[in-house]
């Protein structure tokens, strides 16, 4: 059993930047990949980001290539997602998530384990 729990969201202006964590309970965070996932009030949940139990790979969705970055510190049971040149699109309930897969996934078919979410929103 693995838990998370999100943090780091809040209200930055266009342009701005954010940096989301996630702190993973156990023993055994080092052995799943994490991916970060977000959803817009209306819309489905979507793919943002994920990395690799190493953090030798890392895969982002195509509306926050360039802009957003994925990383992990094993010994801290933790993974981050940088937020640069933020945009209000890019509003939305932010969800860490952990998968046993051995290769990154984007379907939220193929992670086991949610956090919370955190909100980040974005003015204009």
């Known amino acids: 059993q693995v838990q998370l729990v999100e943090s780091g969201g809040g209200l930055v202006q266009a342009g701005g930047s954010l940096r989301l964590s996630c702190v993973a309970s156990?023993?055994?965070?080092?052995?799943?990949?994490m991916g970060w996932f977000r959803q817009a009030p209306g819309k489905e949940r979507e793919f943002v980001a994920g990395?690799?139990?190493?953090?030798?790979?890392?895969y982002y969705g195509d509306s926050v290539k360039a802009r957003f970055t994925i990383s992990r510190d094993n010994a801290k049971n933790t993974v981050y997602l940088q937020l640069n040149s933020l945009k209000p699109e890019d509003t939305a309930v932010y969800y860490c998530?952990?998968?046993?897969?051995?290769?990154?996934?984007?379907?939220?078919?193929?992670?086991?384990?949610w956090g919370q979410g955190t909100q980040v929103t974005v003015s204009s």
């Open positions: 998530a952990a998968t046993k897969a051995t290769v990154i996934v984007t379907s939220r078919q193929n992670y086991d384990y």
């Open positions: 156990g023993r055994t965070f080092s052995t799943y990949g």
């Open positions: 990395i690799s139990w190493s953090g030798g790979s890392t």
